[in-house]
């Protein structure tokens, strides 16, 4: 096998060639704004972009290029471009159309690999598999393409095949990008804040998670779990017989895509009403449940006969745990009232900010960003941009990068693209907005307050036996009993500290007094 350094090397050479091959490389490099420390690379690849174009009768755009280019690259640089096409805010319209095509009208692999795909994966002949068996698939995109199917008993179903060697090839490049990142954190000590080499890790992860259909099938049944009982969004019930690492079988949808306006209007179904489905579904996912699709795009989202939407492929999910959400929530609160002290607060007490930044300074930066926003009927105000605006500002202060903000960024500007495409005039975050309230009344309002911080005395006293038993043991026996450092500092508060413990009980009881009484009054 070949050093890992002559495969980078390789494959840096062979995407050096595609990309000049579609003269992409100078416009790649006036994206990045030509940095000096390119300027060696410029001086190469210019002439050549030149002459590329001079031998071209018929000069595509940008788009169509990286269309092209991409479906030669492999999987990776597909996936670079379904990104970019979720951005039309970033690169225009007519450069997210072009790239759109990426999302789910990708040449498909023929049906008999798909087919011999199925047949190693689940152990039987496909005629004992289903009764039918489309080999035309209905989508095909980067890594799998899915085909419409039959199953013995009668029910219609959608199966997602990986395509045939999709995991050797995001391997390759995935020690690719790997190496890039390792490199631009030793040469480029300023790019450390954006943590290239963990942004590079999460890309991995997610597609190793992507590489396994029964990952994917898990999130399905957990967001169709989260959403049992609700009207306005459903997710395809899994078929775990006919599921494996390979081979995803599904419920088939029946519904129309999200972004085929003229088809919608044709069938009688309430604009708003979708919209608000839309609203309160990704609220929920996000703020509710921090458990959210992230791929969002026209081609992953259908509306029913009932104006429900339906969701299909998750294979890319995001995660918040309660913290982060808080924060969200605290911070859009901030924004949106004009308290902007509040919001460069929240930043430093969530160490998204180092300590040694200026906060005076900072509460003037989030004044740039939404003094702007409130001058803006509410129809304008984009959460997802707003993000975007604040991500861009905080490099200035060191804010080391979220990649699960990141990532809920960039689907915050799809979901409101998409919302924007079915009625320019309505924001979903006010169709949203009764929920915001509630949500923020029950987990952010003085009595949701008051609960977290009787949970929290009470999680420390139900440790206290355990710690001070710990501690016991400590002092027979120091030299045979190894302690964590977070072991050691619980116990350091509880043998040093024993005041603090006895009027944390006192607070207790009276906090669950009070609680009890507000409960009662309310």
């Not at 309430?270 to 026209?298: K, Y």
């Not at 799809?414 to 929920?435: C, I, T, Y």
Request: glycine share 6%.
């Amino acid at each position: 096998m070949r050093p890992r350094w002559v495969r980078n090397a390789a494959r840096v050479i062979e995407i050096t060639r595609v990309l000049l091959r579609y003269d992409l490389v100078a416009p790649v490099l006036d994206l990045l704004g030509r940095p000096a420390w390119l300027a060696p690379v410029a001086f190469v690849i210019d002439p050549l972009s030149r002459r590329v174009r001079a031998r071209s009768n018929a000069p595509l755009r940008f788009g169509e290029r990286w269309n092209l280019a991409a479906q030669e690259l492999g999987p990776s640089f597909i996936k670079i471009g379904q990104a970019l096409a979720t951005r039309p805010d970033l690169i225009g319209d007519e450069l997210s159309a072009d790239l759109s095509g990426l999302q789910d009208r990708v040449p498909p692999v023929s049906a008999a690999a798909a087919r011999a795909v199925i047949e190693d994966e689940l152990q039987h002949p496909i005629a004992e598999i289903f009764a039918e068996f489309d080999d035309e698939p209905i989508a095909a995109a980067s890594i799998a393409q899915v085909h419409f199917a039959v199953t013995p008993d009668g029910r219609k179903v959608a199966v997602k095949v990986l395509r045939p060697g999709i995991a050797e090839l995001f391997a390759r490049d995935l020690e690719l990008f790997a190496s890039m990142a390792d490199l631009a954190e030793r040469w480029r000590p300023d790019l450390r804040r954006l943590k290239p080499k963990a942004v590079a890790r999460t890309i991995a992860e997610g597609v190793m998670m992507e590489m396994d259909l029964r990952f994917e099938a898990a999130a399905a049944s957990e967001l169709a779990e989260n959403f049992a009982g609700d009207v306005g969004f459903r997710v395809p019930a899994i078929d775990w017989t006919r599921t494996a690492k390979r081979v995803l079988t599904q419920e088939r949808v029946t519904g129309i895509r999200i972004d085929d306006l003229a088809a919608v209007e044709q069938a009688g179904l309430d604009i708003r009403l979708i919209l608000r489905n839309a609203a309160e579904s990704f609220f929920n996912q996000v703020f509710r449940d921090g458990f959210f699709h992230a791929d969002l795009h026209p081609g992953n989202l259908f509306v029913g006969a009932d104006g429900a939407l339906i969701a299909v492929d998750f294979g890319i999910m995001g995660r918040l745990d309660k913290p982060t959400r808080y924060y969200l929530a605290d911070m859009l609160l901030g924004f949106l009232t004009g308290d902007y002290e509040r919001v460069a607060r929240i930043h430093f007490e969530a160490g998204y900010v180092p300590r040694t930044q200026s906060l005076a300074l900072f509460t003037q930066a989030c004044r740039s960003i939404g003094e702007p926003l409130l001058s803006k009927p509410l129809v304008e105000i984009s959460i997802g941009r707003l993000l975007a605006q604040l991500f861009e500002v905080t490099e200035n202060f060191q804010m080391e990068t979220q990649p699960q903000l990141l990532l809920l960024q960039k689907t915050m500007v799809v979901a409101e693209g998409v919302g924007r495409s079915l009625d320019p005039s309505v924001n979903m975050w006010e169709l949203a907005q009764p929920l915001i309230e509630e949500w923020m009344r029950r987990n952010r309002g003085p009595e949701a307050k008051l609960i977290d911080a009787t949970e929290a005395i009470a999680h420390g006293l139900e440790r206290l036996p355990q710690l001070l038993a710990r501690a016991a043991e400590f002092d027979r026996n120091p030299n045979e009993v190894r302690l964590d450092p977070e072991t050691v500092e619980a116990l350091a508060a509880a043998m040093g500290r024993r005041q603090t413990v006895l009027r944390s009980i006192a607070t207790g009881v009276i906090a669950i007094i009070l609680w009890s009484l507000l409960r009662a009054l309310l």
